[in-house]
Nanobody, 113 residues
Framework: VQLQASGGGLVQAGGSLRLSCVAS?????MGWFRRAPGKAREFVGT????????NYKESVKGRFTASRDDVKNTLYLQMNSLKPEDTAVYYC??????????WGQGTQVTVSS
């Protein structure tokens, strides 16, 4: 599976960005992860996985929305009310499950205070 992520950039705190990830084929799982400088990679959000609903890292609930378009094999991440601590490289992953997946190249999100 090939993944192409886009939509990152520099934004001021309180601003918004929308990430997109296009997969070369449909997979059971698609999700967003991120890695901040000096920290381990962490799960951010997913849509239509496991119970078929969205799931999010606790700190982004209410601010981020993941949505999946299975016709376009695309996963989106709408990020609102961004905070400096959201600064990270955001990665899209897709595959049979969160632990057996392919990874995209990542897109940088920088939130200035």
């Amino acid at each position: 599976v090939q993944l192409q992520a886009s939509g990152g950039g520099l934004v001021q705190a309180g601003g918004s960005l929308r990430l997109s990830c296009v997969a070369s084929r449909r997979t059971q799982f698609m999700g967003w992860f991120r890695r901040a400088p000096g920290k381990a990679r962490e799960f951010v959000g997913t849509d239509k996985w496991n119970d078929g609903r969205t799931n999010y890292k606790e700190s982004v609930k209410g601010r981020f929305t993941a949505s999946r378009d299975d016709v376009k094999n695309t996963l989106y991440l709408q990020m609102n009310s961004l905070k400096p601590e959201d600064t990270a490289v955001y990665y899209c992953a897709a595959g049979n499950s969160p632990v057996r997946c392919y990874w995209g190249q990542g897109t940088q999100v920088t939130v200035s205070s």
